[in-house]
């Protein structure tokens, strides 16, 4: 059944075939017809899975994901990765974003991986750091006064392109 995909609700592993016997390979249990289609995404540099760290603290268990472990250190990557894919099969040939740091890099890293352009726009608060690794990523930086500004010129380049 094309676009959809089998769920075994005892283990949770998603097939897209279901087996001749509809029986899930790891647990025996049948398996389930997803409503919903099935979307793809691929990992462009080895985003997510990150893991997630057990610690006992004042007695109780905390969990701490560890999404520094991501490509350019930030949990930004996951959406940067999804929205890239998105565009992609838009045939986009640059990614816009209006960005105080992060998710600026994030694109910036993202786009050249694909071999597409960047455009940032930052406000004049960003920090130096963050410019310079801008600009090594061949991002093209574009400084604004505010934030607001920032974020109504990246507005106005992507409605033009």
Same mark, same amino acid.
């Given at each position: 059944m094309e676009g959809y995909t089998f769920i075994c609700p #005892?283990? *949770? #592993?998603? $097939? =897209?075939? /279901?087996?001749k016997d509809w029986k899930c390979p790891y647990c025996g249990s049948s398996l389930n017809l997803a409503k919903k289609p099935k979307i793809f995404r691929y990992r462009i540099m080895g985003e997510g899975n +990150?893991?997630?760290?057990?610690? #006992?603290?004042? *007695? !109780? =268990?905390? $969990? &701490? !994901?560890l999404e520094y472990l991501n490509p350019t250190g930030s949990f930004k990557d996951r959406g +940067? %990765?999804?929205?890239?894919q998105y565009f992609l099969k838009k045939k986009c040939s640059s990614f816009i974003e209006? %960005?105080? *740091?992060?998710?600026g890099?994030? +694109?910036?890293?993202? /786009?050249?991986?694909?071999?597409?352009?960047s455009y940032i &726009?930052?406000?004049? +608060?960003? /920090?130096?750091s963050k410019k310079k690794l801008l600009n090594l990523l061949g991002a093209k930086l574009t400084i604004t006064e505010t934030? =607001? =500004? /920032?974020f109504n010129l990246a507005v106005k380049m992507a409605k033009k392109k």
């Open positions: #005892k283990c *949770g #592993k998603e $097939f =897209e075939d /279901a087996p +990150t893991p997630l760290v057990k610690e #006992k603290i004042g *007695g !109780k =268990e905390l $969990f &701490f !994901k +940067t %990765s999804a929205t890239v209006d %960005s105080s *740091g992060n998710t890099i994030s +694109t910036a890293v993202y /786009a050249r991986r694909v071999n597409r352009e &726009f930052s406000p004049k +608060t960003i /920090a130096e934030r =607001e =500004e /920032a």
